[in-house]
C-alpha cells in the first residue's frame, strides 16, 4: 500500500520559515516525480512546486520562486520543501504528490498518489 505522509507544518509567524517532509512508502521512490500543492480555505488546490525522479529538474509556481525550495532525498524516500519568507498568503493545507508523469505532476491531473496534507498557518 502506497503512502504519503507528509510532516512540518505549523504555525509560523509572517517572514519566518519551515521546512515540510513527505516520507513516502509502498512505492519505488526513485521512480516517481514528486509534487508540492497547497490549498487555503475556500480556495482550490494549486500546484506549488516539483521536482523530477533525480532531482535534477525543479518548477515552481511563480508567488513562491525564490522563496520556497523543493529537494528529495531517495536514500531516504522523502521529499522536502524548504519555505522561508512566509507571507500569510501562504496559508494553507500543503499536500504532496507522486507520479511517474512529470507534466501530471505539475498540472495536478491524474496524479497517482496523494498525502493527506499538513496545515501551515501564517500569523501576522
Known amino acids: 500500500q502506497v503512502q504519503l505522509v507528509e510532516s512540518g507544518g505549523g504555525v509560523v509567524q509572517a517572514g519566518g520559515s519551515l521546512t515540510l517532509s513527505c516520507a513516502a512508502s509502498?512505492?519505488?521512490?526513485?521512480?516517481?516525480?514528486m509534487g508540492w500543492f497547497r490549498q487555503a480555505p475556500g480556495s482550490a488546490r494549486e500546484f506549488v512546486a516539483a521536482?523530477?525522479?533525480?532531482?535534477?529538474?525543479?518548477d515552481y509556481v511563480d508567488s513562491v520562486k525564490g522563496r520556497f525550495t523543493i529537494s528529495r532525498d531517495n536514500a531516504k524516500n522523502t521529499a522536502y520543501l524548504q519555505m522561508s519568507g512566509l507571507k500569510p498568503a501562504d496559508t494553507a493545507v500543503y499536500y504532496c504528490?507522486?507520479?511517474?508523469?512529470?507534466?501530471?505532476?505539475?498540472?495536478?491531473?491524474?496524479?497517482?498518489?496523494w498525502g493527506k496534507g499538513t496545515l501551515v498557518t501564517l500569523s501576522s
Open positions: 504528490a507522486a507520479d511517474p508523469n512529470y507534466s501530471e505532476i505539475t498540472s495536478g491531473y491524474g496524479i497517482d498518489y
Open positions: 509502498g512505492l519505488t521512490f526513485s521512480r516517481y516525480h
Open positions: 521536482i523530477s525522479w533525480t532531482g535534477g529538474i525543479t
